[in-house]
């Protein structure tokens, strides 16, 4: 399974690429962005969330092992991910 996700990131055949659409959500004043990746057949769950403290963005992405027929549905799973990280981290979440 470990290797499925380094080939999945760092693979070439085209899989584990992330979408071109990206959803974006303000959320507490984080921001949530939706990427999910094609990976074989499916949208596996990813994306990024950020925070600007004065002129600094810091940026935490993740990439989770849930996969989802939809693209869409992947990206909804990783908003609701994110909202709960977030009210579970807060801005710890970028140490």
């Known amino acids: 399974m ?3 996700i380094f080939k999945t990131l760092f693979g070439s ?3 584990g690429k992330s979408s071109k659409k990206s959803t974006v959500v303000e959320y507490d004043s984080f921001r949530i962005i939706a990427a999910p990746m094609s990976t074989n057949g499916q949208w596996q769950v990813a994306g990024r969330i950020e925070k600007t403290f004065g002129e600094e ?3 935490h ?3 989770r092992a849930d996969t989802m027929p939809a693209e869409a549905d992947a990206a909804n799973e990783m908003v609701r991910k994110a909202k709960m ?3 579970q981290q807060g801005d710890t979440i970028f140490d």
Do not use: L, N
């Open 13 to 15: 055949s085209g899989e």
């Open 61 to 63: 992405q993740f990439i």
């Open 57 to 59: 963005t810091k940026v």
């Open 2 to 4: 470990i290797g499925k």
């Open 85 to 87: 990280m977030i009210d």
